[in-house]
């Protein structure tokens, strides 16, 4: 069975940094692609970052030039590194995997607050 927990999340000010980190367990986690969504009140969920096995990477144009996707397959996890943080980008943040690899259960994702 597969688990996503993510962690790291937090309340800071606006222009302010967190690093999310996402343990998966379950599967072989260098063969899947992965990915971080977001899901704001009142919003769809929406993909933010992708990272595909073989590194190639992908953002959100909302979070380009802000945040930064990464994976360690050593130790099962994936990170996002979010700077320059602004009130929108106020949600909880979910990892996941994507269509070519495959999704897995959601977790319970990390809330973010971004205050201005």
């Known amino acids: 069975q597969v688990q996503l927990v993510e962690s790291g999340g937090g309340l800071v000010q606006s222009g302010g940094s967190l690093r999310l980190s996402c343990a998966v367990s379950g599967l072989i986690f260098s063969r899947y692609n992965m990915a971080w969504y977001r899901q704001a009140p009142g919003k769809q969920r929406e993909l933010v970052a992708h990272?595909?096995?073989?590194?190639?990477?992908n953002y959100a144009d909302s979070v380009k030039g802000r945040f930064t996707i990464s994976r360690d397959n050593a130790k099962n996890t994936v990170y996002l590194q979010m700077n320059s943080l602004k009130p929108e980008d106020t949600a909880i943040y979910y990892c996941n995997g994507d269509q070519h690899t495959g999704y897995f259960s959601w977790g319970q994702g990390t809330q973010v607050t971004v205050s201005s």
């Open positions: 990272i595909t096995r073989s590194d190639s990477i």
